[in-house]
């Protein structure tokens, strides 16, 4: 189904195309024995990570709406510029009240989940050059200013913000990269920099070596142009070239069957070609530069192909794409090796930016070494106090001790009182003519009789 077509990796759509059968075409085997395999119908397909941070809560949503049939169908007929105008979702008044109670419970959970992260985010700068714009991005999705019902804005919303991020989400991998090679290269020369001159020489002798082993690979096809495709068609579908179908290589590698080569499924056609450029055994051979071509061969095809820039291919848009000269005729791709990434200007530019964060890191961390030091200050001084007021209270003791004074409790109260003595005024008062027993070690007198007078 259409909706079920736009929601590939880097989908400019992400957000209601809900849930296209985006696995890749594993190229390296034989796709007509794939095809008979058929797709089950009804078949849940796990769809990729689209690299969002709300990634997630889309895909939740995605799925609440998805059980919803009046939704269901709307969607279905309802055209990209419907959906990125946010006409689609005032249909959202119409669905279940199932449904939206579901969508209200979601998107409760994300606004837990996003004000957790703020105050994750808080809690790590402790309270100190807090960008807060940049905490305020993260509900860009959603409508937090009503955090408990998910409602049409809402819907509109995360269509929107997922368009923006994903119409942004190659630029940014490309960026990614770009820091990616400046830093191998800083780090290269920093190492040098560490040598004698007969091991530095030997060093960029070594790389130099690399370089060129890198460049000797077999001739890549430009992507897209009909070599390419036939050598697709040949080695990874194993059939005739020269019974090469523009129609049916469509049909063999449109593998969820939605009418759609999607950016994944493209992807997986330029498996062949990276491999005569790239091999995860070869020391020279950098696999995050493989994905990084991968993506430029893409990225071309997708802007040659690609009329309604909607980042999907028709049957209609591939079979007008066979027919220019660019596919029989094409100009040869210059790989990666075979281009400048940055100038030294820029890889100047990137070291100082390196400088100044080591720069603010040291200090931070000659901060928090004055912050161990004064804490282990302060304990030391404590435990000096607590030993000075014990060796006090002991020399108490001690001084009580030697006067006779049994030591006090924590209490006041004695410890402990030695036979035969009691405190002033505690003398044990006896009702006269009753008798009681007599403190362990006194002896009773005998009592004097009056009867008995001696002269």
């Given at each position: 189904?259409?909706?079920?077509?736009?929601?590939?990796?880097?989908?400019?759509?992400?957000?209601?195309?809900?849930?296209?059968?985006?696995?890749?075409?594993?190229?390296?085997?034989?796709?007509?024995k794939v095809?008979?395999?058929?797709?089950?119908?009804?078949?849940?397909?796990?769809?990729?990570?689209?690299?969002?941070?709300?990634?997630?809560?889309?895909?939740?949503?995605?799925?609440?709406?998805?059980?919803?049939?009046?939704?269901?169908?709307?969607?279905?007929?309802?055209?990209?510029?419907?959906?990125?105008?946010?006409?689609?979702?005032?249909?959202l008044?119409?669905?279940?009240?199932?449904?939206?109670?579901?969508l209200?419970?979601?998107?409760?959970?994300?606004?837990?989940?996003?004000?957790?992260?703020?105050?994750?985010?808080?809690?790590?700068?402790?309270?100190?050059?807090?960008?807060?714009?940049?905490?305020?991005?993260?509900?860009?999705?959603?409508?937090?200013?009503?955090?408990?019902t998910?409602?049409?804005?809402?819907?509109?919303?995360l269509?929107?913000?997922?368009?923006?991020?994903?119409?942004?989400?190659?630029?940014?991998?490309?960026?990614?990269?770009?820091?990616?090679?400046?830093?191998?290269?800083?780090?290269?020369?920093?190492?040098?920099?560490?040598?004698d001159?007969?091991?530095?020489?030997r060093?960029?002798?070594k790389?130099?070596?690399?370089?060129?082993?890198?460049?000797?690979?077999?001739?890549?096809?430009?992507?897209?142009?009909?070599?390419?495709?036939?050598?697709?068609?040949?080695?990874?579908?194993?059939?005739?070239?020269?019974?090469?179908?523009?129609?049916?290589?469509?049909?063999?590698?449109?593998?969820?069957?939605?009418?759609?080569?999607?950016?994944?499924?493209?992807?997986?056609?330029?498996?062949?070609?990276?491999?005569?450029?790239?091999?995860?055994?070869?020391?020279?051979?950098?696999?995050?530069?493989?994905?990084?071509?991968?993506?430029r061969?893409?990225?071309?095809?997708?802007?040659?192909?690609?009329?309604?820039?909607?980042?999907?291919?028709?049957?209609?848009?591939?079979?007008?794409?066979?027919?220019?000269?660019?596919?029989?005729?094409?100009?040869s791709?210059?790989?990666?090796?075979?281009?400048?990434?940055?100038?030294?200007?820029?890889?100047?530019?990137?070291?100082n930016?390196?400088?100044?964060?080591?720069?603010?890191?040291?200090?931070?961390?000659?901060?928090?070494?004055?912050?161990?030091?004064?804490?282990?200050?302060?304990?030391?001084q404590?435990?000096?106090?607590?030993?000075e007021?014990?060796?006090?209270?002991?020399?108490?003791?001690?001084?009580?001790?030697?006067?006779?004074?049994?030591?006090?409790?924590?209490?006041?109260?004695?410890?402990?009182?030695?036979?035969?003595?009691?405190?002033?005024?505690?003398?044990?008062?006896?009702?006269?003519?009753?008798?009681?027993?007599?403190?362990?070690?006194?002896?009773?007198?005998?009592?004097?009789?009056?009867?008995?007078?001696?002269?």
């Amino acid at each position: 189904m259409k909706w079920q077509s736009l929601l590939p990796q880097q989908c400019l759509l992400l957000m209601t195309c809900l849930l296209m059968a985006l696995e890749a075409v594993p190229i390296d085997i034989d796709k007509t024995k794939v095809k008979a395999e058929g797709h089950v119908e009804g078949e849940k397909v796990e769809n990729p990570d689209t690299g969002l941070y709300y990634d997630e809560y889309l895909r939740q949503v995605i799925d609440v709406l998805e059980t919803d049939k009046h939704f269901r169908e709307k969607l279905q007929t309802a055209d990209i510029e419907e959906i990125k105008s946010g006409k689609l979702s005032r249909e959202l008044d119409l669905v279940s009240h199932h449904v939206r109670t579901r969508l209200d419970e979601l998107k409760r959970q994300e606004v837990a989940r996003l004000r957790m992260l703020i105050k994750a985010k808080m809690d790590s700068v402790q309270d100190t050059g807090i960008d807060h714009q940049a905490l305020l991005k993260q509900f860009e999705h959603l409508n937090h200013q009503n955090p408990d019902t998910f409602e049409p804005k809402d819907l509109d919303m995360l269509i929107k913000a997922a368009t923006s991020d994903l119409e942004n989400y190659d630029k940014t991998r490309h960026e990614e990269f770009k820091k990616y090679e400046m830093m191998k290269e800083h780090e290269r020369r920093e190492y040098l920099k560490t040598l004698d001159e007969e091991k530095r020489k030997r060093e960029e002798s070594k790389f130099e070596e690399m370089k060129k082993k890198h460049g000797d690979h077999p001739k890549v096809h430009h992507p897209g142009s009909k070599d390419q495709l036939k050598e697709v068609w040949e080695e990874a579908d194993g059939l005739d070239p020269n019974e090469f179908d523009p129609k049916t290589f469509f049909k063999l590698h449109d593998v969820n069957n939605d009418g759609f080569l999607d950016e994944q499924e493209l992807e997986a056609l330029f498996t062949k070609e990276l491999e005569k450029v790239y091999d995860p055994k070869n020391e020279e051979d950098d696999m995050v530069e493989m994905e990084e071509e991968r993506l430029r061969m893409r990225e071309h095809v997708m802007n040659e192909v690609d009329i309604n820039k909607d980042r999907l291919v028709t049957m209609e848009e591939f079979l007008r794409a066979t027919q220019k000269k660019e596919f029989l005729e094409p100009d040869s791709w210059e790989t990666l090796d075979q281009q400048q990434l940055f100038t030294e200007d820029e890889l100047k530019e990137f070291e100082n930016h390196i400088s100044q964060q080591e720069d603010e890191l040291r200090k931070k961390a000659e901060d928090l070494q004055k912050q161990k030091e004064e804490l282990q200050r302060q304990h030391d001084q404590l435990q000096a106090q607590k030993q000075e007021l014990q060796q006090v209270v002991k020399q108490m003791e001690q001084k009580k001790l030697q006067q006779g004074n049994p030591p006090a409790g924590p209490g006041g109260e004695l410890k402990f009182q030695p036979p035969g003595e009691h405190k002033v005024g505690d003398a044990p008062k006896h009702p006269a003519g009753d008798d009681q027993p007599l403190p362990p070690g006194h002896v009773q007198e005998p009592a004097v009789r009056t009867d008995q007078v001696h002269p």
